[in-house]
């Protein structure tokens, strides 16, 4: 919960009003043009909504409510999109052709598939769109019940509603960079999961009339064969590609069009956000920041811890699962959560520890090269992370694997039950797997996927890393220039 801050608070400004000593000359030009942004988006998103021009203020509060309200209008059409996702696929979709291969307790199989659907595996861009809607909705929620506060110049609310941004602001930007499909591995989510019961409905608006369970749904590998043994045909395979092709397009588009939706979001969101601050001043922020740095880091904590499980346990996850060196950027993401964990203790006991006397200062100033240190290490592991999965995320584009490799992952990510071999013996291990409906390039494609997800990831610690380094000096200075023996 965020701590009250007990002082006077200088009323609201507008935004054409230049702090006066609070900032360097930079910082507050920089805030300034972010405020005159906001003002210019905020104005004309209202002459949109048929306000009439004179109703139109400057100030930074009549703003910041403009801002929120548009938030809340965009964030409420990204939880749609989730639920349009979570009601397509789990509501409407039916049972796959028991034509495509033998099904054995098809209704418990179906809710494992679903179950593992939903299990994180940082490449699946419906996961991804459909937390953005998660996300979307606790947006608007927590936007429309911090108007008030907006509103009636509550400052305990406002800073909670600030530090509610500061949370969010990373998870959305996360997501939105996340949809942009850049290895296009939506291909071999439509292929794989094509036969499955999630797909009913997408079968039945893309396939043609009448063929949404017969002719459009035969397997991989033997379509043709198939086709002329339940149709006496072969145009099985060609009604199947078009279907899919059009498919494939359609959520290219469909995605790529969340992506931007999800970065307009974020950029209101952090105009919001500097609004917000500009109102509450920069001494407030300071004191609230330095009183609940564990609360501001907790984020970075839980996804590295978040991301460096999933890495390693997760169904889906293929970093321990072969013998490829990749399995010291998972437990590089533990390690970095515990120097962030350090990191917000320090931070805590510098914040809670007063200074008496001048052995109090000397220990709290060792806390603070302490803090800073920590905070470096945090940052050459997140470095890493980042280096390493940008530079795997290109080389494994011409990395030939082994059959067997490739089987081995795509048995590891198949939830979808199509590869044909992927047998399991008592213990639950894979004995000799077999996946030819999974090609190289397929593996390759989600290889890839997961190692972008995991250098976003990277960046946005890296940035939290930075930040944090940079209150620890400011930290070091007011310690160093605090006085505690008088004459």
């Known amino acids: ?76 059409a990204q939880t749609g999109t989730g639920i349009f996702l979570i009601f397509v696929l789990f509501f409407m979709g039916g049972t796959s052709d028991a034509a495509v291969g033998e099904v054995t307790n098809e209704q418990e199989s179906d809710n494992q598939m679903k179950r593992d659907f939903l299990a994180p595996n940082m490449w699946n861009l419906v996961g991804s769109t459909v937390l953005l809607g998660i996300i979307g909705f606790f947006i608007s929620a927590f936007g429309l019940y911090y108007r008030r506060s907006v509103r009636n110049v509550d400052i305990l609310g406002s800073l909670r509603y600030y530090w509610f941004m500061v949370w969010i602001i990373p998870i959305e930007l996360f997501f939105a960079i996340t949809l942009f499909d850049y290895h296009r591995v939506t291909e071999v989510w439509v292929v794989h999961w094509w036969a499955t019961g999630e797909f009913t409905w997408f079968r039945e608006q893309f396939c043609s009339e009448g063929t949404a369970n017969g002719k459009c749904n035969g397997p991989e590998l033997y379509i043709d064969e198939w086709c002329i043994n339940q149709y006496n045909s072969t145009d099985c395979g060609a009604i199947q590609d078009n279907a899919q092709m059009y498919m494939m397009a359609t959520s290219y588009i469909f995605f790529t069009i969340n992506a931007v939706w999800a970065l307009i979001l974020t950029i209101f969101l952090y105009l919001a956000h500097r609004l917000l601050e500009n109102i509450l001043t920069t001494p407030i922020i300071r004191e609230s920041t330095s009183k609940n740095l564990p609360i501001w880091l907790i984020l970075p904590i839980l996804g590295c811890i978040y991301t460096g499980a999933t890495l390693m346990l997760s169904p889906t996850a293929i970093f321990f699962n072969v013998g490829i060196e990749l399995k010291w950027i998972a437990v590089t993401y533990l ?19 007063p200074i008496m006397s001048a052995a109090h200062k000397r ?29 795997y995320s290109s080389t494994f584009l011409d990395l030939d694997l082994s059959s067997e490799e490739v089987s081995l992952i795509a048995c590891k990510i198949d939830t979808a039950e199509s590869c044909s071999g992927c047998n399991k013996d008592n213990d639950g291990t894979l004995s000799i797997p077999v996946c030819p409906e999974w090609s190289e390039d397929d593996v390759v494609k989600v290889i890839c996927t997961q190692l972008k997800q995991s250098a976003i990831l990277a960046a946005i610690f890296f940035i939290y890393a930075l930040s944090a380094m940079q209150f620890g000096f400011i930290l070091r200075k007011h310690i160093k220039a605090y006085q505690v023996d008088y004459v």
Not at 44 to 68: G, I, K, Q, V, Y
Not at 363 to 391: D, E, G, K, N, P
């Open 1 to 76: 919960m965020v701590e009250e801050v007990k002082r006077k608070v200088p009323a609201y400004s507008s935004s054409r009003q230049v702090s006066h000593g609070i900032m360097e000359s930079s910082s507050e030009w920089a805030i300034w043009s972010k405020s005159q942004i906001a003002s210019c988006i905020a104005q004309c998103a209202t002459c949109f909504w048929c306000c009439r021009p004179e109703h139109l203020h400057s100030t930074d509060r009549e703003n910041l409510l403009r801002l929120n309200l548009l938030c809340t209008v965009f964030a409420l």
């Open 335 to 353: 390690v970095s959560a515990g120097t962030f964990f350090i990191t917000a203790a320090l931070g805590w006991g510098i914040a809670n520890v």
């Open 363 to 391: 220990r709290q100033l060792f806390a603070v090269h302490l803090f800073i240190c920590t905070v470096v290490l945090t940052i050459i592991s997140v470095s890493a992370i980042f280096c390493a999965s940008l530079i």
